[in-house]
């Protein structure tokens, strides 16, 4: 393992995180707020998010072994991205879960990719190092988003936050795109 290909991909989980975090502990608030839905609306939410990317997660990792990480990873940030844009607009309970099937795909296609990243800059002997400091770093940011989503939605508002994570999102893809292309 190598400083200069651990850099980038702690970079990449960091960035992912961020995009992500952001939206957890604020999303059950938006969805009773904007929606006033119940909660077991916000739990079948949840569940529908969770069966589709667990159903989506093994095809997805055979798109990584066919076109490559760096794609498939790109294509689920930017579908990623689209989705948390959508829910500027979104109007009733019904299009969120509509936009939660493309959310939960998009997660799908990142973390085989994300998880094949880490794979093949591991050696052997030192994989599990490296899968532990990037899961620590991942969680770091996680942390950071969630207080700093809480403070932008009491703030500024939801519509802020949902542009900034979804610019994380686009700038991990942005990120990945050039790092792949460098010779």
Known sequence: MQ??????????????????????????????NRFSASLID?????????????LVKAPAGRLVDLY???????SGLMLGAACT???????????????ELFFATAYALQRPALLAFIVDASDKDKRGFLLGTFESAYDIAEAIAAVTST?????????????????????????????????
């Open 3 to 32: 400083k200069k290909t651990l850099l980038p991909l702690i970079t990449v989980g960091t960035l992912s995180s961020l995009g992500v975090g952001l939206l957890g502990p604020v999303y059950p608030i938006f969805v009773v």
């Open 42 to 54: 916000v739990g079948l939410l949840y569940t529908v998010i969770l069966l589709t990317a667990a």
């Open 151 to 183: 403070i932008i939605v009491s703030q500024i508002g939801f519509e802020p936050l949902f542009l900034i994570s979804s610019s994380c999102q686009a700038t991990t893809g942005v990120f990945v795109l050039r790092t792949a292309t460098k010779p």
């Open 68 to 74: 490559g990480k760096e794609k498939i990873f790109f």
């Open 85 to 99: 844009l959508a829910y500027t607009v979104v109007t009733n309970i019904f299009q969120l879960y509509f936009v």
